[in-house]
C-alpha cells in the first residue's frame, strides 16, 4: 500500500472519530439545555399556580401550616440549586428536579381541591 494511501486512511479515520466526537458531545449538550428547560418550565408552571393559589390557602390555613409559603421557599431553594449546577448536573438530578417540582404543584392542587370542597360543604 503507498504511504500516501495511508496517510490519507488514518486522516479520514481521525476525521470521522472527530466528528462521532463532536455530534455525541453536541447531542449530550442538547439534552441537557432540553432538561434544564423542563425543570425552568415546571419551576415557572408551580411559582405561576403559588401566586393563585396564595390567596385562596391563606384564607383557610394559619400562618405555621401554609402549604404556599412552603413550597414557595422550596421553589426559591431549588432555583437557586439550578443557577448554581445546572451545567454540571447530571442529567437524572435534572429529571428528579423536575419531577419534584411537578409533584409540589399536585399537592397544591390538591389543597385547592379540599378548600374548594370545604367551602361548598360550609354554604347552604
Do not use: K, Y
Not at 448554581?84 to 390538591?110: F, K, N, P, V, Y
Request: charged share 25%; aromatic share 4%; net charge positive.
Amino acid at each position: 500500500m503507498p504511504p500516501g494511501l495511508i496517510v490519507l486512511l488514518v486522516f479520514a479515520a481521525f476525521a470521522a472519530a472527530s466528528l462521532w466526537l463532536a455530534l455525541r458531545v453536541h447531542r449530550r449538550s442538547r439534552h441537557r439545555q432540553l432538561a434544564i428547560g423542563r425543570v425552568l418550565d415546571a419551576a415557572d408552571a408551580l411559582e405561576e399556580r403559588l401566586r393563585a393559589a396564595r390567596s385562596e390557602l391563606e384564607t383557610v390555613a394559619a400562618d405555621a401550616d401554609n402549604p404556599v409559603l412552603g413550597a414557595m421557599q422550596e421553589l426559591l431553594r431549588q432555583r437557586l440549586w439550578l443557577q448554581q449546577h445546572a451545567q454540571s448536573a447530571s442529567l437524572e438530578s435534572l429529571q428528579q428536579m423536575r419531577e419534584s417540582l411537578d409533584a409540589a404543584r399536585g399537592r397544591i392542587d390538591t389543597q385547592l381541591r379540599r378548600v374548594d370542597r370545604a367551602r361548598a360543604e360550609a354554604s347552604p
